[in-house]
Antibody, heavy 123, light 107 residues
């Protein structure tokens, strides 16, 4: 059974840093792309970024709103994808979800979601 | 960036009704469109990809159609457990973007 479990959320002051982790199980973690998606309170969904698989050297993509402030990496030994967030702003307040990409018909598409971890940026 | 526009933003329908949600892309995206369902306080769930292909385990009352810029999600016979917010999302390049969501309520 595919499972994704995020951790690391919490309260942080504006300008501060926070690191989120998403541990995957039930599948070959290094073979899959992984994405981060966030949802501000009462708002819709926003894509944050992507980590491609080991075969693609874990290269990354980012949304413009987080580029240069957020970094996505992998921790192979823990089957985890990491979201390092710095220079946090109040509008980064959201629930952060990690999402697994499955390979369907030649494309990487989202199929499994974690339960999310909340991040609050406030003084 | 490709903008995704959903309509309506909310609807209320009775059990057994046929419900249709529309999603429009600001430029052609072939069939690179997915639909997600999110219940209050829960993570989204993947429903459909490639505009019309159901994810494993999704009930057959859900269907998707469209190509290019105009897409629809249809629930053929609304059930109480379908009360949720539905989002469309394109995956034709970065950034991946979502529609604003459609809240479906049961009368």
């Amino acid at each position: 059974e595919v499972q994704l479990e995020e951790s690391g959320g919490g309260l942080v002051q504006p300008g501060g840093s926070l690191t989120l982790s998403c541990a995957g199980s039930g599948f070959s973690f290094s073979d899959h792309y992984m994405d981060w998606v966030r949802q501000a309170p009462g708002k819709g969904l926003e894509w944050v970024g992507r980590s491609r698989n080991k075969g693609n050297r874990y290269t990354t993509e980012y949304a413009a709103s987080v580029k240069g402030r957020f970094t996505i990496s992998r921790e192979e030994s823990k089957n985890s994808v990491i979201l390092q967030m710095s220079s946090l702003r109040t509008d980064d307040t959201a629930v952060y979800y990690c999402v697994r990409d499955g390979y369907y018909g030649g494309l990487w598409l989202w199929d499994y979601w974690g339960q999310g971890t909340p991040v609050t940026v406030s003084s | 960036d490709i903008q995704m526009t959903q309509s309506p933003s909310s609807l209320s329908a009775s059990v057994g009704d046929r419900v249709t949600i529309t999603c429009r892309a600001s430029q052609g995206i072939n069939n690179y469109l997915a639909w997600f369902q999110q219940k209050p306080g829960k993570a989204p769930k993947s429903l459909i990809y490639a505009a019309s292909t159901l994810q494993s385990g999704v009930p057959s009352r859900f269907s998707g159609s469209g190509s290019g810029t105009d897409f629809t999600l249809t629930i053929s016979s609304l059930q109480p457990e379908d009360s949720a917010t539905y989002y469309c999302q394109h995956y034709k390049g970065f950034p991946l973007t979502f529609g604003g969501g459609t809240r479906v309520e049961i009368k």
